[in-house]
Structures are given as C-alpha cells and as structure tokens.
C-alpha cells in the first residue's frame, strides 16, 4: 500500500472480527516496532504480547475494555521509552497493520498499577488489533479523498511559517 494512502485511510477501529491473525502478519506488525527508531536508540521496549487470562485481566485496566477483549491481538509496549518514542513505535506497529488489512486502536490505561503487574514492566501503550468487523478497503478511495473526509483540523489552522 502507498504510505500516504496507508497514513491517510488509517482510522482507529474498534470493531474486530473473530479471524485469526496469522503468525506472518503477527510478526511483521512486531517487527515494525523494533524497526522503530528511538532517541539515541536505545529501545528500551518490550513489545509483550497479551492473551488468555492476562488479557482478560488487562481489559479491566483500560478505558475501553471491548476494545482488548474482542480483539485478534494485544501488544502491549512495556518499558522506560519516552514518549515520543513509544508513539513512533506504537504508529509503526499501526501503519504496518493496517498494511496487512488488519485494523487497530490504541487504549488508554485506567489503571496503570495492575497494568504494570500484569505485564510485568510499565505500560506505555496498549494496541488493540485485528481484522475489522465491517470490511474496510483503503484502495475504495484515493488518499486525497482519505484526507478530505478525516476528522482533522485543516492545514490552514496548523501550519504556519516563520522566516
Ligand atoms: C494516547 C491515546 C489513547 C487513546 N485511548 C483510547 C481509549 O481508551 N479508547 C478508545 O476507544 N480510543 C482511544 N484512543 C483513540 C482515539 O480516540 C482516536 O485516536 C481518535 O478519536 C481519532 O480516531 P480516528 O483516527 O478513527 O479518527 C486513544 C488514542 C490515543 C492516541
């Protein structure tokens, strides 16, 4: 997929269906995030991959507890990575989601105590994955007609110059 297509038509998605995520898939969304680049690099990240009773216990310490039970895959990033770091990995793992067909949305953490115990560092971000509920096609539009219909503020009210 294009990346300004990729970018343009990701939306944070919430609905999942039950299919699987392959192994392939699982691991190229993985890998995006270690690609990620990090201040001086020094990833200090985990990518930990949340199922089972865990995931059921991690629902609970979210916002939006559906969103971690009804999704295809949970990646939680753990460790002592800055903000803008953990976003740029976080957005990584997303775009290279979203890329597979498989949609995301990241959560925010309620309860940041038993997240940290459950995972077994401290959470940075909680991505919910999986195929959509409702299919989702990126190519069924251009990217410019992506961006026109964003929730976005206009470029006019962001971007400014300065000489
Ligand atoms: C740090 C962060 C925390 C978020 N927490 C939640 C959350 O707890 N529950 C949820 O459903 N969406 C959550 N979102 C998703 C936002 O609601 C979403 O990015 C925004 O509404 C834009 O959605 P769109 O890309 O579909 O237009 C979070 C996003 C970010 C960046």
Do not use: H
């Not at 969103?67 to 903000?83: C, D, T, Y």
């Not at 989601?97 to 995301?104: P, R």
């Not at 026109?148 to 206009?154: T, V």
């Amino acid at each position: 997929m294009d990346t300004y297509l990729a970018i343009a038509s990701k939306r944070d998605v919430r609905e999942y269906s039950d299919a699987p995520i392959p192994d392939e898939v699982r691991e190229r969304i993985l890998d995006a995030g270690r690609l990620t680049g990090s201040s001086k690099n020094r990833q200090r990240w985990e990518f930990v991959v949340v199922s089972g009773r865990a995931r059921e216990r991690l629902a609970d310490a979210v916002y939006a507890p559906e969103n971690v039970r009804s999704a295809g895959l949970v990646v939680a990033i753990v460790g002592e990575a800055g903000s803008f770091d953990t976003g740029r990995c976080a957005q990584n793992m997303m775009l290279a989601a979203w890329g597979e067909g498989v949609v995301s949305c990241p959560n925010g953490v309620r309860d940041a105590d038993a997240a940290a115990e459950i995972c077994g560092g401290e959470v940075r971000a909680i991505l919910s994955l999986g195929y959509p509920a409702r299919l989702r096609d990126a190519a069924s539009r251009s990217a410019e007609e992506w961006s026109a219909r964003a929730n976005r503020k206009p470029l006019s009210e962001l971007v400014r110059e300065v000489s």
